[in-house]
């Protein structure tokens, strides 16, 4: 994976293109979201479950953005950072910066690891 791929990847993010994404994940694959009761957050095993989670994201919010998005790759090791932002059904948004950290095996993503600022949610705009 280059910098290039992860671009890509987040390209396919900003377009909902969930084959598009999917594309780049191995078979076995692991997601750890950004929040959840764990200490890694929540985790997704596998491309479905990944996928579902993905999915889910834009189902709560249509809108959802990873925009600003920039990536650093080598070797096995992938950093991208951007900048999330969201609206929920009822108005609220998030807006805030993040970062995932990425472990690749035979040109595939086998870990993604998501962080975001811990930023109160903003009231609707009016």
Partial sequence: MTATDLKSL??????HDIDGIM?????????????????YGVRFEGRQAIADA?????KAMPDAEWGNHSHFASGDRGVSEWTFSGTAADGSRIEAEGC????????????KQAF???????QPRY
């Fill in 23 to 39: 594309h780049f994940f191995a078979e076995d694959c692991v997601f750890n979201a950004v929040g959840g009761p764990e200490v």
């Fill in 100 to 111: 995932d950290l990425f472990t690749f095996k035979g040109g595939k993503i086998v870990r």
């Fill in 10 to 15: 987040f390209d396919a993010f900003n377009r």
């Fill in 54 to 58: 993905f999915s889910g994201v834009w």
């Fill in 116 to 122: 975001r600022k811990n930023r109160p949610v903003l």
